[in-house]
Nanobody, 115 residues
Framework: QVQLVESGGGFVQPGGSLRLSCAAS????????MGWYRQAPGNQRELVAT???????MYADSVKGRFTISRDNAKSTVYLQMNSLKPEDTAVYFC?????????WGQGTQVTVSS
């Protein structure tokens, strides 16, 4: 069992930056592939970025060059650095942990980008 707690969301103007954090507890964090997903009102949840246990990363086309996912296994935490934010980045952002058939979600953190 893995518990995930996101933090760092908030309100920011277009062009601004935020850093999301996801603290994990309850299992061996370093074994898990971690990811960030987001869901805007009326939309399906979509992949934002993932990072494997080995540190390989993948990004949605819409965030490439603006967002960076990273992990600190010593702190059991995954981060999402978001730069050059746009209004269309507004959503609830969810942290995800996967290991084989195990799949865990955090409760989400709201990110609002508006002038």
């Amino acid at each position: 069992q893995v518990q995930l707690v996101e933090s760092g969301g908030g309100f920011v103007q277009p062009g601004g930056s935020l850093r999301l954090s996801c603290a994990a507890s309850g299992s061996v964090f370093s074994l898990y592939a971690m990811g960030w997903y987001r869901q805007a009102p009326g939309n399906q949840r979509e992949l934002v970025a993932t990072i494997t246990s080995a540190g390989s990363t993948m990004y949605a086309d819409s965030v490439k060059g603006r967002f960076t996912i990273s992990r600190d296994n010593a702190k059991s935490t995954v981060y999402l650095q978001m730069n050059s934010l746009k209004p269309e980045d507004t959503a609830v952002y969810f942290c995800n942990a996967k290991l084989v058939r195990l799949n865990y979600w955090g409760q989400g953190t709201q990110v609002t980008v508006s002038s």
